[in-house]
């Protein structure tokens, strides 16, 4: 029986429970009421009862009869998304989940790792059927099996309110698979965000995912990353990009694409006017695969993020990325950390942002590669130009036998600033904050602190200020916490205490 007809069934069986202790309890007013009548009769004559109480007792009696009388089909809409959902537990033989009880009038409930299986997943899916509150849920790792992916794919054909869904190592397989991305395929629910990850998805099930994400206007975000898709699956999803208008943050992490599966999504990447963000990381793409990259990189303008590490890409992969990188003038975020570079390859790539006036790149990630003094030479000549740049690199080479070059600590720096000048660390912020809205994007923020003359800090410094600023890689400096701090000194001089707190 299909999710939707069992819903009425379900329903119903509520109904029953509740009008039948609704009629338990009328029965035990009813008792008592004669109870007392008859009590009131042996020790009272008809004579001594006062009109109040008769009046009570025509009301009791009228109150009973409406109760009576009612139509059960109107308790449908006094049915609760709790009393539905117990009543599921119920027929189903599964433990109700507490948590999800208290939150259903949230707009998000996380249920990730409750051992809900297929039938409690079920259960949870005829509770949303027509809840209009939630809109945000995660059930990673329930072991639903495919079973329970079909209960979740037909509740989302009638849900209209959930718009962001986690499912993620769920063991949905290829029938699992199938009834997503045929929900998908129909248009039929309103997510926009839907993570799939780690859920045995093979080559089998690339088809089904191909040809639902080529029409689909809805899904946004798409996390496809820990499955089994290879060469072939990597060929039908690149030609999906081709045609998907909609499709802004794609994950294919940890899958095998290998040079064929990459150079088609290389191929769909050149006429894709959406996807933002695309993560390629293990999947063994190799030097042609980033050749395939640094040609749509010539013509995408729409790609601002771009992860490709742990990728088997060398010098000679990195210089054909480079061909993509001295003329795009969108992409902003490069990951390459974990690839056999060295500091060949680190040359190459801030060379093709130096060579390139529309380069738009902020941060490129080579954390594993040891360079040499005359990169960094390199590397403080394009910033001077572009101070918005970061590039994380590794060691440098001759720093670790000899004693690193000491830098004073930036938030000093400021401090010692802020005192001549008897500002405040808020006013310091707000200068920088041409928006005025108390958050600062990093690159804004480099910037900034790379142009402004007042204050002596170079890039080092200013790349360990951004770090204490943004500890969880934000990408934001916010410094609304400061706004009610009045003195000059008392707050910089806090930072600095807990910045000596913090050092080794």
């Given at each position: 029986m299909k999710l939707e007809q069992e819903v009425p069934a379900v329903l119903n069986s509520a109904c029953r429970e509740k009008y039948k202790l609704k009629e338990e309890n009328n029965c035990s007013k009813v008792t008592s009421t004669d109870q007392n009548e008859e009590t009131s009769n042996i020790s009272e004559s008809p004579e001594?009862?006062?009109?109040?109480?008769?009046s009570a007792e025509k009301a009791t009696q009228g109150s009973?009869?409406?109760?009576?009388?009612?139509?059960?089909?109107?308790?449908?809409?006094?049915?609760?998304?709790?009393?539905?959902y117990l009543e599921a537990c119920r027929l189903l033989e599964v433990v109700p989940v507490s948590?999800?009880?208290?939150?259903?009038?949230?707009?998000?409930?996380?249920?990730?790792?409750?051992?809900?299986?297929?039938?409690?997943?079920?259960?949870?899916?005829?509770?949303?059927?027509?809840?209009?509150?939630i809109t945000h849920l995660e059930l990673e790792d329930n072991c639903i099996l495919a079973e329970g992916a079909i209960c979740i794919a037909e509740m989302l054909r009638e849900?209209?309110?959930?718009?962001?869904?986690?499912?993620?190592?769920?063991?949905?397989?290829?029938?699992?698979?199938?009834?997503?991305?045929?929900?998908?395929?129909?248009n039929?629910?309103?997510?926009?965000?839907?993570?799939?990850?780690?859920?045995?998805?093979?080559?089998?099930?690339?088809?089904?995912?191909?040809?639902?994400?080529?029409?689909?206007?809805?899904?946004?975000?798409?996390?496809?990353?820990?499955?089994?898709?290879?060469?072939?699956?990597?060929?039908?999803?690149?030609?999906?990009?081709?045609?998907?208008?909609?499709?802004?943050?794609?994950?294919?992490?940890?899958?095998?694409?290998?040079?064929?599966?990459?150079?088609?999504?290389?191929?769909?990447?050149?006429?894709?006017?959406?996807?933002?963000?695309?993560?390629?990381?293990?999947?063994?793409?190799?030097?042609?695969?980033?050749?395939?990259?640094?040609?749509?990189?010539?013509?995408?303008n729409v790609l601002v993020h771009l992860d490709i590490s742990n990728n088997q890409i060398n010098n000679e992969g990195v210089k054909k990325l480079c061909r993509g990188l001295e003329v795009n003038g969108r992409l902003k975020i490069l990951k390459m950390a974990n690839n056999p570079l060295t500091v060949e390859g680190a040359t190459a790539l801030v060379t093709s942002v130096r060579k390139n006036p529309k380069s738009m790149m902020e941060e490129i990630n080579i954390s594993n590669v040891l360079v040499n003094e005359t990169f960094i030479k390199l590397l403080d000549l394009v910033c001077q130009t572009r101070p918005e740049l970061d590039v994380i690199y590794g060691e440098v080479e001759g720093c670790i036998a000899k004693i690193p070059k000491q830098h004073p600590n930036p938030m000093k720096v400021i401090q010692n600033y802020l005192k001549e000048h008897n500002l405040r660390l808020?006013?310091?912020?707000?200068?920088?904050?041409?928006?005025?809205?108390?958050?600062?994007?990093?690159?804004?923020?480099?910037?900034?602190m790379m142009q402004q003359s007042s204050i002596p800090l170079d890039r080092v410094q200013i790349g360990e200020l951004v770090h204490k600023l943004d500890r969880n890689r934000t990408g934001v400096v916010d410094y609304s916490?400061?706004?009610?701090?009045?003195?000059?000194?008392?707050?910089?001089?806090?930072?600095?205490?807990k910045e000596k707190n913090e050092e080794p």
């Open positions: 001594s009862v006062s009109p109040a109480d008769t009973d009869t409406d109760l009576e009388a009612e139509d059960p089909e109107k308790a449908f809409a006094g049915i609760t998304g709790a009393e539905l948590h999800f009880i208290q939150n259903l009038a949230k707009p998000y409930i996380n249920l990730n790792h409750h051992g809900l299986g297929p039938k409690g997943v079920k259960a949870i899916a005829i509770a949303l059927v027509s809840n209009a509150t849900n209209s309110s959930l718009q962001e869904l986690n499912i993620s190592n769920n063991h949905l397989d290829t029938a699992g698979a199938e009834a997503i991305a045929s929900l998908l395929l129909d039929l629910s309103y997510l926009h965000a839907l993570q799939l990850s780690g859920n045995n998805f093979g080559e089998e099930t690339a088809p089904y995912f191909a040809e639902a994400l080529t029409g689909n206007y809805r899904v946004k975000e798409l996390d496809l990353s820990h499955n089994e898709f290879y060469e072939k699956g990597g060929q039908l999803l690149g030609q999906m990009l081709a045609s998907n208008t909609t499709l802004e943050i794609l994950d294919l992490s940890w899958n095998h694409l290998r040079r064929k599966g990459t150079v088609a999504l290389g191929t769909g990447l050149r006429g894709n006017g959406a996807l933002k963000i695309l993560n390629l990381s293990w999947n063994g793409i190799g030097n042609e695969g980033a050749l395939a990259l640094g040609e749509a990189l010539k013509v995408n808020w006013d310091f912020f707000r200068n920088i904050d041409k928006d005025g809205n108390m958050k600062i994007p990093v690159a804004a923020f480099r910037r900034a916490h400061l706004k009610e701090q009045k003195p000059a000194q008392k707050p910089v001089e806090g930072e600095i205490e």
